[in-house]
Nanobody, 125 residues
């Protein structure tokens, strides 16, 4: 069993930056592919970014490419999402998720096995 806890959300202005973190407990994260997802009010949960267990492979939604960076520190059992040049349309609850090995990153929320509770990110114009 893996427990995930997100942190780092908040209220910022357009153009600002935020760094989210997702810390795991229960098991080492190094074997798990990890994803960040977001869910805006009234919308479906959508893929934002993903990273392989080793950290060598990353993927991003087109809407965040060039602005967001996913990374991980397996020694700290933590995954990060650096968000730059934030826009009002980035406003959502952000969730991290872990996918059991040996599977790789997926853009489909249903393929992940463990989820955090989410952290709110609000970007004002």
């Amino acid at each position: 069993q893996v427990q995930l806890e997100e942190a780092g959300g908040g209220l910022v202005q357009a153009g600002d930056s935020l760094k989210l973190s997702c810390t795991a407990s229960g098991r080492p994260l190094s074997a798990y592919a990890m994803g960040w997802f977001r869910q805006a009010a009234g919308k479906d949960r959508q893929f934002v970014a993903g990273i392989s267990g080793s950290g060598n492979t990353t993927s991003y939604a087109d809407s965040v490419k060039g602005r967001f960076t996913i990374s991980r520190d397996n020694a700290k059992n933590t995954v990060y999402l650096q968000m730059n040049s934030l826009k009002p349309e980035d406003t959502a609850v952000y969730y991290c998720a872990a996918r059991l090995p040996p599977f790789s990153v997926s853009t489909a929320p249903g393929r992940y096995n463990y989820w955090g509770q989410g952290t709110q990110v609000t970007v004002s114009s």
